[in-house]
């Protein structure tokens, strides 16, 4: 089983940038896909991103431009760099494995953009 455990969130102004990581021991020799999604209070979780084994990456429409999901094998993280910050992307981010690998979620980590 590969766990995924996020880290970075935080306190951002708005138009600033954060960098979440999702670090999960087995995923890249397990050929793991990875996904990024953000839950606001009270509205549904959100597909924000994912990252597929082959390296390809998508991006939903409220992000694309502003976020980039990459990975380093070499220390089994996946990293999403989120920059131009908006008040509306405030929320708590998780990551969770899946493709080959089966569907784990992280416990999640807090953005708040405010100023």
């Known amino acids: 089983q590969v766990h995924p455990v996020e880290s970075g969130g935080g306190l951002v102004q708005p138009g600033g940038s954060l960098r979440l990581s999702c670090t999960a021991p087995?995923?890249?020799?397990?050929?793991?896909?990875m996904d990024w999604y953000r839950q606001a209070a009270g509205k549904q979780r959100e597909w924000v991103s994912f990252?597929?084994?082959?390296?390809?990456?998508h991006y939903a429409a409220s992000v694309k431009g502003r976020f980039t999901i990459s990975k380093d094998k070499a220390v089994d993280t996946v990293y999403l760099q989120m920059n131009s910050l908006k008040p509306e992307d405030t929320a708590m981010y998780f990551c969770?494995?899946?493709?080959?690998?089966?569907?784990?979620w992280g416990q999640g980590t807090q953005v708040t953009v405010s100023s």
């Open positions: 969770k494995t899946g493709g080959r690998c089966p569907d784990n």
């Open positions: 087995g995923f890249s020799s397990n050929n793991c896909d």
């Open positions: 990252i597929v084994a082959d390296g390809t990456t």
